[in-house]
């Protein structure tokens, strides 16, 4: 099973068939293309992936036993980065390169974005928001005089009037890196290459920010438009219980289809996702409606 339609503007519902043949509105809320990449489906039949197990078992077993209708709006930034990955796929850029290389152990599977064979590392691509920018980059703040020498006019809470004005200033601290659950996945996709017969010396991470050069961004320390980041190597002995655990609890959920306990406060982000970025929060026994 899984997602069978699409929430419209108006709210009411309408199955992908339907919708790609005729939109039941009088004109479309985006172009057929991209309402078609976003209604593709995996097969129901189909070993774990290693983002599927990342999300809270309830969460991958009910995608995969219920079915259920997605909003577009809500697939924006999914579908903008399957396209940044095509672009880039597309590059010719000679033998020494693996690019969306399918990986496969210990029935999990993976797709790996970009390996440089001479350089034995691998990248990972990712189109994300400054917050998450900040967090990975561990940026910190701290006041320092102001470069230019400007000063206040007033007193006030930062100094006294004729004193040099105190700006915030940014820096990275990777004591504060934080890279969330991109730290398991990209070793996961570093274990199941060197499966393969690969050797990977450096894992980098590379961020393409969404909100850029917004306020918001700048307010944060994010400057680039694009972040180039090491990723720190994970040892195996604590990455491959935490998937092989999660691969047997969904696995024999589904087998059984009994539903899963409650999704912990990490793969909820501390309940965010319930409230209204988890796709399947209307039919979650654990929310209430």
Known sequence: MG???????????IPFKRCLKKCRMSERCMSKATLKAMSEQRPDERPPSTTELLSGTCEAYLKRTEQYYIDPQDRAFAIMGTIHHLH???QELGEEILKEEKLKGLDITGILDYYDTESKTLIDY??????????????????????????????????????VK???SFYEDESTSDFGDWLFQVNMYRYLLEKKG???????????????????????GVKKNIYFVDIPFVDN????????????????????????????????????????????RTLCPYISH
């Open 3 to 13: 997602a069978i339609g699409f929430i419209c503007p108006d709210n009411e519902v």
């Open 198 to 220: 690969y050797e990977v010396k450096a894992m980098k991470l590379q961020m393409n920010v969404r909100d850029a050069n917004t306020i918001t961004a700048l307010s944060r």
């Open 126 to 163: 990712k189109n994300t928001g400054s917050y998450k920018a900040s967090k990975v980059l561990g940026l910190q703040s701290k006041m320092i005089p102001d470069p230019t020498g400007a000063r206040y006019k007033k007193s006030g809470k930062w100094g006294r009037a004729g004193t």
């Open 88 to 90: 880039l796929e597309n």
């Open 166 to 168: 105190k700006v915030k």
């Open 237 to 280: 002995e604590i990455i491959l219980p935490y998937f092989t655990e999660k691969r047997d609890r969904l696995v024999e959920h589904l087998a059984s289809r009994t539903i899963p306990g409650k999704c912990n406060e990490e793969e909820t982000w501390n309940g965010k996702k319930c409230e209204k970025y988890c796709e399947v």
